[in-house]
């Protein structure tokens, strides 16, 4: 019996800490040229939410255009759209993003 208790009580606290993906809209740009991110060298990636900006796994800054372009360059304009994924560690880990189209 205390096995069973003990297996359910480890599987609750398992099921309780995984956290669930999420799907913000966000602002999306360079976290070093545009969010002040510092802690990678280099254009990278970012999304912004809540006042607060990660760096971005799972897209490339160049994913979407070349990041320097004048009108549309994640270095130069902070653009809108809809990321899902979690945060963990530090890092927003995305499964997927969708740009809004307006500029």
């Known amino acids: 019996m205390k096995k069973i208790i003990f297996v359910f009580v480890l599987i609750i606290v398992v099921a309780c800490s995984n956290k669930k993906e ?42 979407f255009g070349d990041a320097h372009d004048e009108k549309i360059g994640f270095c130069n304009v902070i653009r809108k759209g809809e990321i899902t994924g979690v945060v963990k560690d530090g890092r927003f880990l995305a499964s997927s993003l969708k740009l809004d189209n307006a500029k």
């Open 22 to 63: 999420m799907t913000q809209t966000a602002e999306l740009s360079c976290g070093q040229c545009k969010f002040d991110l510092d802690s990678e060298s280099g254009c990278s990636l970012a999304v912004r939410f809540d006042d607060k900006a990660y760096f971005v796994d799972g897209f490339n800054i160049d994913d």
